[in-house]
């Protein structure tokens, strides 16, 4: 097997063995017991003649063949998340053309699902909004979505955040957006580890205390939400409030750091799953699920768990360059050419930290081909000088 050298935290370089990667199906198994999304990334078209800190050009053909990847692992696909650096260089435009390609692209392969991002980006907070223009950016693009045939995840607001007051604030453009939405919607808390800007969302800073918020919201809106993406990387968090929702309304885990327990659940209950991380370890996710639909948790967990250590790096903090991580590993997996981001984020991640992840996707069997990842890794030591 390919041999590397990969630089260390003390500056010096080990030689790297790749292992022989796992087997995992190209196809999904049978049906899962549990709903998954997986967020997923985009692929910008190097070839642009753009500004790339200001404007984002896709390549399209690369972009949504990863989502056909993703949908014939049977994980259903979130669009036009903070997976896809919504909110981190993919604007408004751009994201609702991605999310009517997405759905076209849906509709020829059988059960394939798109749930897509709506939030107010195309509001600027430094503009001082107030709830009535959040509300407002809010109806518009759940107007886009729903006309292009979208299901809503409605994703959290930092315009929301900046002007709201009090928790009543939340309640009222909360309670306004659902009441007008056709379908129930996947609520998103995105907890401010992944975004800065929304600490104290739902009027507290205390998470806690957040929660009574969000709940409340929740109860008095049942029957227009399907669940709730808490991304709060605390299980205890995410299963107390797992355990309170309405009957109906599912817990979709946003927990990189912990969804295998979460999935798995227990006596009381369990997590769908609605992850960044799927994007990196779809074939692993996919086998584990049908594993856990065969009935066999031990396989499960024997499968997912050597994953989360590699999540975990990836999702390290400073969280919200979690997705140079999750490039890199399509990157290394080959479904893409070239590792540049939008807005040129491949540069949020140091080197040695990329050494890692290759070290941890290695050790998880998650180099399909380890030639090609190896000479991949040795091209981007390169371009580092190393």
Known sequence: MPAL???????????????????????????????AYSAAHVVPDTSADNDPWLESHLDWDRTIAFRRHLWGLGLG??????TAQRGMGLEWPTSIELIKRSVEA????????????????????????????????????????????????????????ACAKTPDDYDTVYGRVLRQVKEPVIIHWLGEMFDPELEGYWGHENHLNAMD????????NAEKVDG?????????????????????????????????????????????????IFDAIAPAASAALSALADGCPAEFHSILEPTVPLSRHIFRAPTRFYKTGLVFMAYLNGHQNHFVMVGGQQSARSIVHLAEIFRLADKA???????????????????HGI
């Open 77 to 82: 696909v979130a669009e036009a998340m903070d």
């Open 106 to 161: 849906s509709r020829d392969m059988p059960g394939a699902v798109v749930a897509s991002g709506v939030g107010t980006d195309h509001l600027t907070t430094n503009l001082s909004p107030s709830t009535e223009d959040v509300i407002r950016a809010y109806e518009e693009q759940c107007e886009a979505v729903e006309a292009c045939g979208g299901r809503i995840i409605l994703m959290a607001s930092r315009a929301l955040a």
């Open 5 to 35: 050298s990969l630089p260390m935290q003390d500056g010096t370089l080990e030689t790297f063995l790749t292992s022989e990667p796992h087997n995992f199906p190209e196809v999904a198994i049978g049906s899962f017991t549990r709903i």
């Open 213 to 220: 918020v969000c709940l409340d919201v929740i109860r008095r």
């Open 228 to 276: 709730i993406k808490v991304s709060l990387l605390d299980k205890e968090k995410e299963i107390k409030l797992r355990r309170a929702l309405p009957n109906g309304v599912r817990m979709y885990t946003g927990d990189d750091f912990n969804y295998s327990e979460l999935i798995a659940g227990d006596e009381q209950g369990y997590s769908d799953a609605l992850l960044g």
């Open 365 to 383: 069997g998650l180099l399909r081909d380890p030639e090609q990842a190896a000479a991949r890794m040795d091209r981007v030591l390169s371009v």
